[in-house]
């Protein structure tokens, strides 16, 4: 069975257009769709870029045929019902493309709103609650009724989404914590993982699934997504440098949560080595290490993964990949 092997496109390293040239041509290299997370800030200013995600999803679908996926978060920026009308809206564009990821934020792009920036635990608990808003929303509309909600970080008044897909887009949480990940196993289609150790990520999918089961669920037709973050270059020095330059949050071994600024983290980056990327950023100029390193985690057992390489030349990255990784991996 051939793997899914999308391409993860980057919004807070380039600029829109160029991300929509970069998806079509892994597109014709072999790569399985798209996905992009909703950012309102990059990481560091050296990244350089924050496009509006949906408005950049929505034209991908014009251009190219597989999935569209998004990581966003329902919380602080956007009340649930609007990333509800907008998940829908892209549904109902491209029928059976579209899976919405949702997360717990991150100060970077929600603190811009001014509200108070509350500890990790309210943070989950604002987005389960708002996983209840949206499938109640969902539901609703689907069947031609108004929906209404009043819960403890949320009101919605009766209404209804007017645009809606046949069927609603399937619901993944995004996560890297052990709790959240059978939390969600019991409430949501999928789970989304991002580039993590292994040793770290075979819980995650051990909770996710023993959460499903608690509620009945086969964990077989739920859905495991991973954005997985590769720096390869021509050579292992200009891979080692991609990665420093690019890609120094993956280095920085700590939560990133609560960092407001890409300055601050600039400041931050500083203090990252190459080792610093150990089990985070495979590190190579080899395909066929990253062949292997891909396969691996696809015997974990994930359906979809995302490649993201650090590098700049993605074009280089697109070619080498799409004639010498992807045809050699396994489903």
């Known amino acids: 069975m ?86 829908a809206t892209l549904a109902a564009m491209y029928p059976g493309r579209h899976w919405l990821g949702l997360g717990s934020g991150e100060a970077i792009n929600e603190h811009i709103v001014g509200r108070y920036w509350p500890e990790a635990p309210e943070r989950i608990n604002r987005m389960f609650e708002a996983v209840d808003l949206i499938k109640k929303l969902f539901a609703a509309s689907l069947s031609g009724r108004d929906a209404r909600h009043e819960g403890q970080y949320y009101k919605l008044e009766s209404t209804r989404l007017w645009t809606m897909p046949r069927t609603a887009p399937p619901i993944l949480i995004g996560t890297a914590g052990p709790v959240t990940a059978k939390r969600a196993g019991r409430t949501v289609d999928g789970i989304v993982i991002d580039g993590a150790p292994v040793d770290k990520i075979a819980p995650l999918l051990q909770r996710f699934a023993e959460g499903g089961r608690e509620v009945g669920r086969d964990p077989r037709t739920q859905t ?87 590098g700049r030349d993605q074009e280089a990255f697109i070619d080498v990949f799409g004639r010498e990784v992807l045809p050699a991996l396994r489903g």
């Open 224 to 310: 495991r997504i991973l954005r997985l973050h590769v720096s390869w270059a021509p050579t292992h020095q200009e891979a080692v440098r991609a990665a420093l330059a690019e890609w120094p949050n993956a280095g920085m071994r700590f939560p990133k949560s609560d960092i407001r600024s890409p300055y601050e983290l600039e400041q931050i980056a500083r203090s990252v080595r190459p080792e610093d990327f150990e089990g985070r950023v495979l590190i190579s100029d080899d395909p066929d290490v990253h062949r292997a390193h891909i396969q691996r985690h696809l015997d974990l057992g994930f359906d979809r993964i995302y490649l993201h390489n650090v």
């Open 2 to 87: 051939t793997p899914h092997i999308g391409y993860a496109g980057m919004l807070e390293r380039f600029a829109p257009n160029d991300v929509i040239a970069l998806a079509q041509k892994a597109e014709a290299a072999g790569f399985t769709g798209v996905m992009a997370a909703d950012h309102f800030q990059p990481w560091t200013p050296q990244q350089g870029q924050a496009s509006f995600m949906w408005n950049v999803l929505s034209a991908l679908g014009q251009v190219t045929t597989g999935d569209l996926g998004t990581v966003t978060a329902p919380t602080f920026r956007w009340h649930p019902a609007m990333v509800a009308q907008a998940s």
